[in-house]
């Protein structure tokens, strides 16, 4: 099971802002839409992505095109996703764990 974070839900709708402005309704809707799969196979399987302790401890990620998906193993084999974010920030400097 996937549970987004308020900021995750805020960088989806960023990011379908922004493709938005720059690409037209159908390309937001197909590249929002296009995060679905990677959802998907985290809740499948939390150990896809790899590890990232230089940003923070129990802390994942999983690139997807231009973004990095950052997430957490909760209890009940949840994964909750923290952050979608633009793999070209300074990761480790602008991350904030809610």
């Known amino acids: ?5 308020q900021e ?6 960023n990011i379908f802002d922004y493709t938005l402005e720059q690409h037209g309704a159908s390309q937001a ?8 799969r990677p959802l998907v196979e985290l809740s ?7 590890d990232r302790p ?10 997807h095109r231009h973004h990095i998906i950052f997430y957490r193993q ?16 300074d990761l480790p400097r602008n991350f904030e764990v809610p």
Do not use: C, Q, W
């Open 1 to 5: 099971m996937i549970e987004l974070s």
């Open 8 to 13: 995750a839900d805020r960088d989806l709708e």
């Open 29 to 36: 809707i197909t590249y929002v839409s296009s995060f679905d």
């Open 44 to 50: 499948e399987n939390p150990l896809l992505g790899r």
């Open 54 to 63: 230089e940003i923070r401890a129990g802390l994942r990620s999983l690139s």
């Open 74 to 89: 909760v209890e009940n084999g949840k994964v909750r996703i923290l952050r979608i974010l633009h793999g070209a920030r």
